[in-house]
């Protein structure tokens, strides 16, 4: 049986992937108590001692306005982490899947950006993940880099989507940032999407997907202002308590921040389409969905 070893195990996506994993092999999950993503050594013991045939890395520091403060654990767990990975996984002949970020862009584009368009992060956090890329690239022939953008699940720690509802069953006017643009994902897509790449790096032949760097994210675009809309509609809809009557459209610079972000960060999602056969499914389906299943959740 396939073996596979999952950090991040406590993430909004890690979550999920260790059950869409199970139909691959078996999982083998550890959080940041088992495995210190700030020691190498202790990385490249574990892998050793392991032995999987494939390392899904799911863990990352994301506190995108901390890490202009905490520069060095960001780039601890974002850039060095990985590498080490990429070194143990090469010993044993592993596959290493990482998660990366559309934040390795600077969002100057108006087109959606392609896996082989020049990088340029504009923080902290966006030059930690493009140095993890790097080093992976640089060690490890057998890889996949999975790029995404503006992730939201049910599970995990707070999200967008989780903190306009905790937002919005407080207070009747939000403001929101309305110019920057992307595409909201859900976690649960995203770990369907890496459970397709790793089955298909199984098969044999011509057969097997081709190692590399993919993009990924629900399909279609939005704003934070059209995304929060969106959560209100369809979360009001669904029966949430809500006190929210009005939400205004601000922009970035009404808003500053620690961290600048990418105004346009959309990805282009035509190489893994091309590749899987898969259409990524529309941003708005899968909020209906994600907020469906809070509802649940929440409910019980």
């Not at 059950?19 to 940041?32: A, C, D, K, Q």
């Not at 030059?127 to 640089?138: A, D, F, N, P, Y």
């Not at 097997?208 to 202002?225: D, E």
């Not at 990524?280 to 907020?291: A, C, F, K």
Request: with cysteine.
């Amino acid at each position: 049986m396939t073996k596979i070893l999952l950090t991040g195990i406590t993430g909004q996506v890690g979550q999920e992937l260790q059950e869409t994993l199970t139909s691959v092999g078996e999982v083998i999950g550890v959080n940041r108590q088992q495995l210190d993503l700030t020691q190498p050594e202790q990385i490249h013991n574990a892998i050793a001692e392991i032995k999987p045939d494939i390392i899904i890395n799911a863990a990352a520091y994301t506190a995108v306005d901390k890490a202009e403060k905490e520069s060095e654990l960001a780039m601890a767990i974002n850039a060095n982490a990985p590498k080490a990975m990429a070194e143990a996984a090469n010993k044993i002949s592993a596959t290493l899947v990482h998660i990366s970020t559309d934040y390795v862009f600077d969002g100057t584009n108006h087109t959606p950006y392609t896996e082989d368009e020049v990088t340029n992060p504009l923080g902290v956090y966006g030059k930690s993940k493009l140095l993890g890329e790097t080093g992976i690239r640089q060690i490890c022939d057998r890889h996949i880099i999975l790029r995404t953008a503006w992730v939201y699940g049910s599970r995990g720690h707070g999200n967008f989507v989780k903190t306009m509802l905790r937002l919005g069953s407080q207070r009747e006017e939000l403001r929101v940032v309305a110019d920057q643009i992307g595409s909201p994902t859900w976690a649960y897509d995203i770990a369907v999407a890496i459970t397709q790449l790793v089955s298909g790096q199984l098969e044999k032949g011509d057969a097997a997907i081709p190692m590399g760097t993919y993009n990924y994210t629900n399909s279609g675009l939005a704003s934070w202002y059209d995304f929060a809309i969106a959560i209100f509609t369809e979360a009001q809809k669904l029966g949430f308590p809500l006190k929210i009557q009005q939400v205004l459209p601000i922009t970035t610079a009404d808003y500053p921040t620690p961290a600048q972000r990418p105004s346009y960060s959309v990805l282009s999602k035509v190489k893994f389409t091309k590749t899987l056969g898969i259409n990524p499914p529309y941003w708005r389906d899968s909020l209906i969905e994600m907020l469906t299943q809070w509802r649940t959740l929440t409910s019980n």
